[in-house]
């Protein structure tokens, strides 16, 4: 048992849309990652999401509106329900989420990480 200093941690990557995984608890894993610029639209049929704004804002683009998510706010989007993060600079977020959420749901490409750092 260890306590974890987020901003160490997110001083250690830099990309963009990778998420990291830094801790694990009942199955769930939390996550770090950093977004800038639009995700891509998708969802997550078994999973809900909760993003924790560490750092910064985004908007939470949801089909029938936007939601900003600023520093210290978090938002749950839950299972089945499509959306795109999206941030104009650089955000750093912490996701709670079942270990096996594919990070881009049930969209596939460039953008999947099927395999996630620990760190």
Avoid: C, Y
């Avoid at 999401?49 to 683009?61: C, N, S, T």
């Avoid at 949801?62 to 650089?90: M, S, Y």
């Avoid at 989420?97 to 750092?117: H, Q, S």
């Amino acid at each position: 048992m260890e306590k974890v200093n987020l901003s160490d941690k997110f001083a250690l990557f830099k990309d963009h849309w990778s998420p990291k995984i830094v801790g694990e608890l009942n199955g769930q894993q939390v996550k770090l990652v950093k977004f800038k610029g639009p995700f891509v639209w998708h969802h997550h049929e078994h999973e809900d999401e909760l993003f924790l704004v560490v750092k910064g804002q985004f908007i939470m683009e949801l089909k029938d509106k936007h939601v900003q998510i600023n520093e210290g706010e978090f938002f749950i989007v839950p299972r089945g329900v499509t959306h795109r993060p999206n941030a104009r600079e650089e955000v750093w977020v912490m996701l709670f989420e079942p270990a096996a959420t594919l990070n881009t749901g049930n969209e596939i490409n460039d953008l999947t990480k099927t395999a996630l750092d620990n760190i």
